[in-house]
């Protein structure tokens, strides 16, 4: 039977895992990364269970997670928390390992059988300052094996370059635009030539939006998710979402120039580069027209062919980690398959060749020499 592969993007504002089925199709899972303290009596748990609410108590706290921390935020009138912040960990939160681990292992659930694999998402290190990384990459890393996982880190830009660059020979650049960090990878042939994030995304845009307007940044989410064109807003929430999406566009735009202003690594590029988006930031209608515009008038140390969205775009990292997750595999069984031919040739040669009596003939005797 074959073993049990699977993806997983760990996103700031969403979990999501695929899989392939048996005939070969992808299979998606979301969850909201997100959880919410509640105070609840024992007599109203039976309740929570039988409207399909995730929660969990640890020690003497009740936690609503995932998709039933928003239910129970629209209950309560309270504001949501998260196990991330920024693309890594969360430091304010004591109890988000324990949250994340939760969560993950409700999305994808312990593994079945012997030499699983899970493949997961990770930041590049930021453009102009330190993260945790390190840290954060370890934590997901060792959830993953005491879900009993074979467990490999992705780069999430990389991710969305094995998710949109296929036909290209996945050449080009992949750009992840998330909620907590903006991810840029430069891929030649399937081989990261510059990797690095940008510590602005869909948070930075919602956070400055609610303050300029005095909204609640759940309210201002809501309006984003909801879908609007950022080249036609229509009310005052849109207007602000519109104002600082392009203020992260055209801040975005100048980090890649300057990051690759040398143009040393640039060097094996003799065609023109694709660039593909991918992330729940750049899901907006008008995105990639602004996205455009800015590369335009950036002038950058290399050409540009075409800036596309990825197909799926919320789904687009999970798929390029599922992509590289088969890949290896089948790569792992070829070079199995090859080194037991090579064995089992060596295993022939060694032994010495009997020579076989002719047919009716007695076997030639030798003469004793005198």
Not at 107 to 132: D, H, M, N, T, W
Not at 343 to 366: H, I, L, T, V
Request: glycine content about 8%; hydrophobic content about 40%; charged content about 25%.
């Amino acid at each position: 039977m074959d073993r049990e592969i699977k993806s997983l993007d760990i996103g700031t504002m969403h979990l999501i895992s695929a899989s392939l089925t048996k005939d070969h199709q992808i299979r998606y899972k979301k969850l909201r990364n997100a959880f919410l303290k509640v105070q609840v009596q024992a007599s109203m748990a039976g309740l929570l269970q039988q409207e399909a609410m995730q929660c969990v108590e640890i020690g003497q706290d009740f936690y609503a997670l995932g998709d039933s921390a928003f239910k129970m935020a629209a209950v309560t009138a309270k504001s949501v928390s998260r196990p991330m912040q920024d693309g890594v960990l969360n430091p304010k939160e004591k109890r988000a390992e324990i949250i994340l681990k939760l969560l993950i292992e409700g999305l994808i659930g312990q593994a079945q059988g012997e030499g699983a694999l899970c493949y997961y998402s990770v930041p590049a290190e930021p453009f102009q300052s330190e993260k945790r990384l390190v840290y954060h990459s370890e934590i997901i890393h060792s959830i993953l094996e005491e879900l009993g996982y074979s467990a490999t880190a992705v780069n999430e830009g990389m991710a969305v370059v094995y998710s949109g660059l296929a036909e290209r020979r996945f050449t080009g650049i992949g750009i992840s635009c998330g909620c907590g960090l903006l991810n840029v990878c430069v891929s030649y042939k399937g081989q990261s030539v510059e990797a690095f994030s940008i510590d602005r995304a869909g948070d930075w845009i919602d956070d400055n939006a609610s303050k300029a307007i005095g909204e609640t940044a759940g309210k201002v989410l809501a309006t984003k998710e909801g879908g609007f064109n950022l080249l036609a807003p229509v009310d005052r929430t849109e207007k602000a979402l519109a104002i600082y999406y392009k203020e992260l566009i055209r801040y975005s735009v100048e980090c890649i120039k300057t990051r690759l202003s040398s143009g040393a690594r640039l060097a094996v590029y003799k065609k023109p580069l694709h660039i593909v988006c991918a992330g729940g930031t750049a899901l907006p209608a008008g995105f990639i027209a602004l996205f455009r515009s800015e590369i335009r008038k950036a002038r950058l140390p290399f050409k540009v062919e075409v800036v596309s969205l990825v197909k799926d775009p919320l789904y687009a990292i999970a798929r390029g980690c599922l992509t590289r997750a088969v890949v290896d595999d089948r790569s792992r069984f070829l070079s199995q398959c090859t080194a037991f031919r090579r064995a089992k040739c060596q295993s022939r040669k060694s032994k010495p060749a009997k020579r076989k009596a002719r047919p009716g003939k007695a076997p030639r005797k030798r003469k004793k020499a005198r």
